[in-house]
T-cell receptor, first 110, second 113 residues
């Protein structure tokens, strides 16, 4: 059974600081997704990582994938308040059924 | 272009009643997925449809849950004899095909009293 674990589950940080969210998964998978969810809203796709060593960046967010370590990271650079949201990683296996991590609730304080 | 749409956005029902939730995928997307998100938790896979293939129902939590899809368009998730533990946000997603990026709808918030 595929399991996906994120840590931390909750992150409070000051604006301007850097931090990394970790996503570990239990079985082989060659694709990893990061989503953002604002309160009461649906999921917004941030990154799709499809190969070992893949790195993608969008603004202050950078995601990477290490399929050998079964680890993906979401790095936040110089956080701003607008990044406050819950971030989910997810990975898929047969049929692209996605298994989600429990989410990391990020609060960026002004 | 239009994204995934779901209706209703909110549904309050009494325990024991049946409910139907609707999902309109992005036009041209052959794959459609249903997920459930309980308060403060991640998403749980329920079921997916790919083209005309038999759906993968492996995530449905009980036989009270069923889903149908008409061709490569609208899908309906039906919950019979609802229970309080069915209260959650039900999210639908679609993708061009299997292994493609999934785009999520706004969800239906179901409250069972």
């Amino acid at each position: 059974e595929l399991k996906v674990e994120q840590n931390p589950l909750f992150l409070s940080m000051q604006e301007g600081k850097n931090y990394t969210i970790y996503c570990n998964y239990s079985t082989t998978s060659d694709r990893l997704y990061w989503y953002r969810q604002d309160p009461g809203k649906s999921l917004e796709s941030l990154f799709v990582l499809l190969s070992n060593g893949a790195v993608k960046q969008e603004g202050r967010l950078m995601a990477s994938l290490d399929t050998k370590a079964r680890l993906s990271t979401l790095h936040i650079t110089a956080a701003v308040h607008d990044l406050s949201a819950t971030y989910f990683c997810a990975t898929g296996n047969a049929g692209n059924m996605l298994t989600f991590g429990g989410g990391t609730r990020l609060m960026v304080k002004p | 272009g239009a994204g995934v749409s779901q209706s209703p956005s909110n549904k309050v029902t009494e325990k024991g009643k049946d409910v139907e939730l609707r999902c309109d995928p992005i036009s041209g997307h052959t794959a459609l997925y249903w997920y459930r998100q309980r308060l403060g938790q991640g998403l749980e896979f329920l079921i997916y449809f790919q083209g005309n293939s038999a759906p993968d129902k492996s995530g449905l939590p009980s036989d009270r849950f069923s889903a149908e899809r008409t061709g490569e368009s609208v899908s309906t998730l039906t919950i019979q004899r609802t229970q309080q533990e069915d209260s959650a946000v039900y999210l639908c997603a679609s993708s061009l095909g299997l292994y493609n990026e999934q785009f999520f709808g706004p969800g239906t918030r179901l409250t069972v009293l």
